[in-house]
């Protein structure tokens, strides 16, 4: 009896050990981004580390169940920190993420990052207007300077639009005015102080439901399908947490998860 009990007790114990030592994903993301990542206050950050089974106490979205299901059918903890956009690549190109979810390629961060081989989701980069506001344009990204010529567009601080915006963003005739949040984007919008929102059509139709705003506005169209991705540095990331990220995307995908994940949020394919 006593040799059973000692065997239970050396056994349980490398149990806890080997717990304790479980492969940790620590990444980093952002908040007041529905319906993908949201929750905690944008004034403020947050720290947890999740084991597989268990949730967040605060973000909640389409992105984190994707990225928490994923690390976690591969038996990974994840060490999840959510901050300002900014603070966030900041902490990425330093080394002290080793993930950074959702983010967008662009050339220039292709030079610097490994983005994993599937997205998390799909957006178009969206042209918004005043419903009265008489702005026609063809759609031909090659028109769209001379339709906006002497206008004000607002964009959000700090985010990515696309490979054909940010590499013109310094170089166009009308004028671009940064705002922290969209609908800060859409308030300067109702009352004429920008002539054009610029944001993710998915995002930006959440935001206008919930600000109750949706029939103010309409789309003159879209300058880009973007896709956004788990990303880590080239030099200081882990490209073992892509690769991770990777498998248990297959594994949820194969599974089921995946799509009541979909459901759950609204998130088509």
Do not use: C
């Given at each position: 009896?006593?040799?059973?009990?000692?065997?239970?007790?050396?056994?349980?114990?490398?149990?806890?050990?080997?717990?304790?030592?479980?492969?940790?994903?620590?990444?980093?993301?952002?908040?007041?981004?529905?319906?993908?990542?949201?929750?905690?206050?944008?004034?403020?950050?947050?720290?947890?580390?999740?084991?597989?089974?268990?949730?967040?106490?605060?973000?909640?979205?389409?992105?984190?169940?994707?990225?928490?299901?994923?690390?976690?059918?591969?038996?990974?903890?994840?060490?999840?920190?959510?901050?300002?956009?900014?603070?966030?690549?900041?902490?990425?190109?330093?080394?002290?993420?080793?993930?950074?979810?959702?983010?967008?390629?662009?050339?220039?961060?292709?030079?610097?990052?490994?983005?994993?081989?599937?997205?998390?989701?799909?957006?178009?980069?969206?042209?918004?207007?005043?419903?009265?506001?008489?702005?026609?344009?063809?759609?031909?990204?090659?028109?769209?300077?001379?339709?906006?010529?002497?206008?004000?567009?607002?964009?959000?601080?700090?985010?990515?639009?696309?490979?054909?915006?940010?590499?013109?963003?310094?170089?166009?005739?009308?004028k671009i005015e940064k705002v922290n949040d969209s609908v800060a984007n859409f308030?300067?919008?109702?009352?004429?102080?920008?002539?054009?929102?610029?944001?993710?059509?998915?995002?930006?139709?959440?935001?206008?439901?919930?600000?109750?705003?949706?029939?103010?506005?309409?789309?003159?169209?879209?300058?880009?399908?973007?896709?956004?991705?788990?990303?880590?540095?080239?030099?200081?990331?882990?490209?073992?947490?892509?690769?991770?990220?990777?498998?248990?995307?297959?594994?949820?995908?194969?599974?089921?998860?995946?799509?009541?994940?979909?459901?759950?949020?609204?998130?088509?394919?």
């Amino acid at each position: 009896m006593y040799q059973f009990l000692k065997l239970t007790l050396i056994y349980s114990v490398l149990v806890v050990s080997l717990g304790a030592q479980a492969a940790t994903a620590v990444l980093g993301t952002l908040t007041d981004y529905k319906p993908f990542t949201f929750g905690p206050p944008p004034s403020k950050s947050l720290e947890e580390t999740i084991p597989p089974g268990k949730d967040s106490q605060k973000l909640v979205g389409y992105d984190w169940d994707v990225i928490r299901e994923s690390f976690h059918s591969m038996g990974y903890n994840i060490n999840l920190n959510v901050v300002p956009w900014s603070r966030g690549v900041k902490m990425l190109e330093k080394g002290k993420f080793k993930g950074l979810f959702p983010t967008t390629k662009t050339e220039e961060r292709m030079k610097k990052y490994y983005y994993s081989e599937f997205p998390i989701h799909t957006l178009k980069v969206t042209l918004y207007t005043n419903k009265d506001t008489k702005i026609d344009w063809d759609g031909n990204l090659d028109t769209l300077e001379k339709v906006l010529e002497g206008k004000i567009v607002g964009v959000q601080r700090d985010w990515s639009y696309g490979s054909w915006w940010d590499s013109r963003k310094d170089k166009f005739k009308f004028k671009i005015e940064k705002v922290n949040d969209s609908v800060a984007n859409f308030k300067k919008l109702k009352s004429g102080r920008i002539h054009v929102a610029l944001g993710y059509d998915i995002t930006s139709d959440t935001v206008l439901q919930e600000e109750k705003m949706a029939g103010l506005f309409k789309k003159i169209g879209t300058i880009a399908e973007t896709k956004e991705y788990l990303a880590t540095h080239k030099e200081l990331g882990d490209k073992k947490i892509i690769q991770t990220f990777e498998q248990g995307f297959k594994k949820i995908s194969q599974s089921g998860v995946l799509t009541k994940i979909k459901k759950k949020w609204n998130v088509a394919d």
